[in-house]
């Protein structure tokens, strides 16, 4: 009987799901850490597992492991090198959480161009006066430019397009393969998109380096605001610390960070005109519901060989099994 092994609290919606599936087990661990997992991971076939990673040493620990379903659409956590060498499939949900993590980048475009941080400390503390200052931006004729254009991408161009921005996107990738249809033009060269852009909103994969980093600040307008809801890393938080601290970077909105969560001592805790959330844009109430059934229903399509191949991310390593 297929042993299912559960990684992280998972919505009852989900459990659900897995209780009422005739002929598997499954043990549920609420902690999230890789340590609290690791032990039971030899007994199990299938593995659902959250933020937490999976390393190459808990890989080698899991004799009977042949899938894994990540609770989510990014798997950077994840050691795919060792799930390739033993043929283990890794899959994740489909399209349940991308216009949760949309609806956050615009808030905090939003919330950065208009200073919300400081409005609320000016009527909770004061000064009132700091109305005054003409802090707060209007976004209406500003140019916007999105870093990645998928699904994500193409959500945050068509909210923002009602607020009368111009849209630029950067995608190496659709440029090559075929623009969608939507608001936003594509733009090929990085540098010079960035010297137009009022705001850069980030929606791209995690890559080996930053993509934004001291040089790309440079070429960007004197207080231009920085979204970024995908991925720690891919924003050089150093150089966006000097970027604020100089005014190049006007003001910010991070869901994510290099670590998380973040040290107490880092500095991008510091500024006032940066909105932080912890990492929460694809964690909505509803969202968390989809990603819960659909990482579920997932495990109990591969176990009945009727998994969409489109969800698994390394199917060239389980062909190669």
Known sequence: MPHVLVA??????????????PGITAHYIDEISEDSYAPHIAQA???????????????????????????????????????????????????????AVAEHACMMILAAAKRALRGDRAVRSGPWDWRNTLESQDIRGRTLLILGYGRIGQHVARMMAGFGLTILAYDPWLAQHGW???????????????????ILSVSAPKGNRPLIGAAEFARMKPGAILVNTARGGIVDEAALVDALRSGKVGAAGLDVFAQEPPAPANPLLGFDQVILSPHIAGVTEGAAERMAVSSAQNILDFLAGRLDPALIVNRDALRAD
Do not use: E, M
Not at 8 to 21: C, E, F, N, T
Not at 81 to 97: H, K, P, Q, S, T
Not at 182 to 192: I, N
């Open 8 to 21: 992280g609290k998972l919505h009852p919606l989900g459990r659900a799901v897995l209780d009422a599936a």
């Open 45 to 99: 076939d299938a593995l659902l597992i959250r933020t937490q990673p999976l390393s190459a040493a808990t890989v080698a620990r899991a004799d009977r492991l042949r899938f894994v379903s990540r609770h989510g659409v990014g798997y950077d956590a994840v050691d795919v090198a060792a799930l390739n060498a033993r043929g283990i499939a890794l899959a994740v949900c489909g399209d349940v959480n991308s216009t």
């Open 180 to 198: 969608p249809d939507g608001p936003a033009t594509s733009v090929t060269d990085l540098d010079d998109a960035l010297g137009q852009a009022d």
